[in-house]
């Protein structure tokens, strides 16, 4: 455990400091740093590291970034930010539609993307119109960060997230498009308010000239049709990384464009970082480090759901902050599971971990692209921004927690509370029963695909419960669970028919049942159930 916590700290003050004094390690090199050294170490062997690593977000990111590329390529996002910028006759027009504009396409595409290409446009758009551009650049980072809360195609966090938690696309997008909404109103508000002088309804003084941009018409339209038909797919609940990549693979197919030349503009610095990332914190569960921390998590847990949302924002908050909001999500996995990761708790780290970064100018990297690019014209200074970016991100990340408060309380009134199952066992040749809270239910070929991965660890009084209906013969492994666990079979009639005592983390050894059964019972290591034991379950 403290071989793991010495590890985790390298890597973070990697993370964290972007570079470290005297050491030229950027962030995914840095992540590598930890991932390497959880191995060296021995807190993890080279077959758990490799497991550890989250291939559908990987999937998700580079299907993604490949689609964003041809889109690129053909010069949509050039197009599309010269044929609304040109639209724009005041200051106040120009913030409006900046805002709108960075907001919708980093909801569909990754923001990152959006600042990286929009900001030269606006630059020569602003010049030429005689106007000050900071704060029409300041809008395109905020509403851009704001913009990508809504959907789990706007940016890295909410790819891992939705990943993780596998909410439905539309049912992502229902809940936190009026987070969006809300927070695009309140940064056009801000800005106008700190830049009222020169943000005003008169029309500009000369009229700007964008450059024509170059488009390729016909992988223009190919590339629209695909990217249509991946966000219909995703909606229709298709799996993310699948849908994603079978996108990226018919562009390759029918493109008709070199793809190396493609394959050059993937961020794979990005994928390296998320790899890393996955490495070095399944070594902080494995080594029960992440049991420690997860332990403060208890008051949030009993804490009203307002409370318990707002407790984990300004965790988010605060993390995403220090380590950027990435790090930041990876890292609070774990304490999301251990909350019950409910489908609230994971949109409730969606939307903060997003929004925070737009407290100062490197709270993102969307933030710190705009900055990269706009630098040879115009300097945007920490503070310059942060007494825009900090109003902005706490009065969003405040209407975010009400926008989930009352979603949660109007799902309650509209479904009945779900009852707490408890798991009876009766010995054999007589004896003690033995009571088990429910605490976990997978009934789904994805929830139990998933399983205890990630959760908790499960106190000696509960279990998790897989239900086969009809029955049927499975297999079980241990994937990535990080703590011993009892894996036990049990028949129709409820007669525990095999059992697999006391499994250890990183076992690479199957468990079959031997035969069909209904129910598939998993308790924490040393349950002392027995083959032929009796087991009932109430109500």
Same mark, same amino acid.
């Given at each position: 455990?403290?071989?793991?916590?010495?590890?985790?700290?390298?890597? +973070?003050?990697?993370?964290?400091?972007?570079?470290?004094?005297?050491?030229?390690?950027? #962030?995914?090199?840095?992540?590598?740093? /930890?991932?390497?050294?959880?191995? &060296?170490?021995?807190?993890?062997?080279?077959?758990?590291?490799?497991?550890?690593?989250?291939?559908?977000?990987?999937?998700?990111?580079?299907?993604?970034?490949?689609?964003?590329? +041809?889109?690129?390529?053909?010069?949509?996002?050039?197009?599309?930010?010269?044929?609304?910028?040109?639209?724009?006759?005041?200051?106040?027009?120009?913030?409006?539609?900046?805002?709108?504009?960075?907001?919708?396409?980093?909801?569909?595409?990754?923001?990152?993307?959006?600042?990286?290409?929009?900001?030269?446009?606006?630059?020569?758009?602003?010049?030429?119109?005689?106007?000050?551009?900071?704060?029409?650049?300041?809008?395109?980072?905020?509403?851009?960060?704001?913009?990508?809360?809504?959907?789990?195609?706007?940016?890295?966090?909410?790819?891992?997230?939705?990943?993780?938690?596998?909410?439905?696309?539309? %049912?992502?997008?229902?809940?936190?498009?009026?987070?969006?909404?809300?927070?695009?109103?309140?940064?056009?508000?801000?800005? #106008?308010?700190?830049?009222?002088?020169?943000?005003?309804? *008169?029309?500009?003084?000369?009229?700007?000239?964008?450059?024509?941009?170059?488009?390729?018409?016909?992988?223009?339209?190919?590339?629209?049709?695909?990217?249509?038909?991946?966000?219909?797919?995703?909606?229709?609940?298709?799996?993310?990384?699948?849908?994603?990549?079978?996108?990226?693979?018919?562009?390759?197919?029918?493109?008709?464009?070199?793809?190396? *030349?493609?394959?050059?503009?993937?961020?794979?610095?990005?994928?390296?970082?998320?790899?890393?990332?996955?490495?070095?914190?399944?070594?902080?569960?494995?080594?029960?480090?992440?049991?420690?921390?997860?332990?403060?998590?208890?008051?949030?847990?009993?804490?009203?759901?307002?409370?318990?949302?707002?407790?984990?924002?300004?965790? %988010?908050?605060?993390?995403?902050?220090? &380590?950027?909001?990435?790090?930041?999500?990876?890292? !609070?996995?774990?304490?999301?599971?251990?909350? /019950?990761?409910?489908?609230?708790?994971?949109?409730?780290?969606?939307? %903060?971990?997003?929004?925070?970064?737009?407290?100062?100018?490197?709270?993102?990297?969307?933030?710190?692209?705009?900055?990269?690019?706009?630098?040879?014209?115009?300097?945007?200074?920490?503070?310059?921004?942060?007494?825009?970016?900090?109003?902005?991100?706490?009065?969003?990340?405040?209407?975010?927690?009400?926008?989930?408060?009352?979603?949660?309380?109007?799902?309650?009134?509209?479904? *009945?509370?779900? *009852?707490?199952?408890? !798991?009876?066992?009766?010995?054999?040749?007589?004896?003690?029963? #033995?009571? +088990? #809270?429910?605490?976990?239910?997978?009934?789904?070929?994805?929830?139990?695909?998933?399983?205890?991965?990630?959760?908790?660890?499960?106190?000696?009084?509960?279990?998790?419960?897989?239900?086969?209906?009809?029955?049927?013969?499975?297999?079980?492994?241990?994937?990535?669970?990080? +703590?011993?666990?009892?894996?036990?079979?049990?028949?129709? /009639?409820?007669?525990?028919?095999?059992?697999?005592?006391?499994?250890?983390?990183? %076992?690479?050894?199957?468990?079959?049942?031997?035969?069909?059964?209904?129910?598939?019972?998993?308790?924490?290591?040393?349950?002392?159930?027995?083959?032929?034991?009796?087991?009932?379950?109430?109500?």
């Amino acid at each position: 455990m403290i071989t793991a916590l010495i590890v985790f700290l390298i890597t +973070y003050v990697f993370v964290g400091l972007t570079q470290v004094p005297r050491i030229p390690i950027n #962030r995914p090199a840095g992540a590598l740093v /930890g991932a390497v050294l959880m191995v &060296v170490t021995g807190v993890l062997t080279l077959d758990q590291a490799f497991s550890a690593i989250d291939m559908h977000t990987l999937l998700l990111l580079l299907g993604m970034m490949i689609i964003t590329v +041809y889109l690129r390529t053909a010069g949509f996002f050039e197009l599309m930010a010269e044929r609304i910028l040109s639209v724009a006759r005041t200051p106040q027009q120009l913030l409006v539609l900046v805002s709108l504009a960075s907001a919708l396409l980093s909801a569909l595409f990754v923001n990152d993307t959006i600042c990286l290409l929009f900001t030269p446009i606006l630059l020569e758009v602003t010049i030429q119109a005689g106007v000050n551009p900071l704060p029409y650049l300041l809008a395109l980072a905020t509403a851009s960060n704001i913009g990508s809360v809504m959907t789990i195609t706007g940016n890295p966090q909410n790819m891992l997230i939705g990943i993780a938690s596998g909410i439905p696309y539309l %049912s992502f997008l229902q809940a936190l498009a009026p987070v969006a909404a809300i927070g695009i109103a309140v940064s056009i508000a801000v800005i #106008r308010l700190v830049y009222r002088r020169e943000i005003t309804s *008169q029309p500009f003084s000369r009229r700007a000239q964008v450059s024509p941009v170059a488009v390729d018409r016909p992988l223009l339209i190919k590339s629209l049709i695909v990217s249509g038909g991946v966000l219909v797919l995703f909606s229709l609940g298709h799996p993310y990384p699948l849908v994603a990549v079978a996108g990226a693979v018919a562009l390759m197919l029918v493109g008709k464009k070199s793809t190396e *030349q493609i394959l050059e503009g993937v961020d794979w610095t990005l994928l390296l970082f998320f790899a890393g990332l996955f490495i070095v914190m399944h070594g902080v569960e494995v080594s029960g480090l992440a049991e420690v921390l997860l332990r403060q998590a208890g008051a949030l847990n009993e804490a009203s759901p307002i409370n318990r949302i707002a407790g984990l924002s300004l965790v %988010s908050a605060v993390l995403s902050n220090v &380590v950027s909001n990435v790090p930041a999500v990876m890292l !609070l996995r774990p304490l999301v599971n251990a909350l /019950g990761g409910d489908q609230i708790a994971w949109l409730t780290l969606a939307m %903060s971990s997003t929004l925070a970064g737009n407290f100062t100018l490197i709270g993102s990297v969307a933030n710190l692209i705009v900055l990269q690019q706009a630098r040879k014209r115009v300097t945007i200074g920490f503070f310059e921004y942060f007494r825009v970016g900090a109003l902005i991100t706490v009065i969003t990340i405040a209407a975010g927690i009400l926008v989930l408060v009352v979603g949660t309380r109007t799902a309650r009134g509209e479904e *009945q509370p779900a *009852q707490m199952r408890t !798991l009876t066992v009766s010995p054999a040749g007589g004896g003690t029963q #033995r009571n +088990y #809270r429910i605490v976990l239910v997978c009934t789904t070929e994805k929830e139990k695909a998933k399983g205890l991965q990630g959760f908790r660890k499960l106190a000696s009084d509960e279990a998790a419960l897989f239900r086969f209906d009809p029955p049927e013969s499975t297999t079980f492994w241990m994937a990535s669970v990080s +703590y011993p666990i009892d894996i036990l079979f049990v028949e129709q /009639g409820g007669s525990v028919v095999r059992t697999y005592h006391d499994r250890r983390p990183g %076992s690479r050894e199957l468990y079959p049942s031997g035969g069909p059964v209904t129910w598939v019972i998993e308790t924490a290591g040393g349950s002392g159930i027995k083959q032929g034991d009796r087991v009932t379950i109430s109500p």
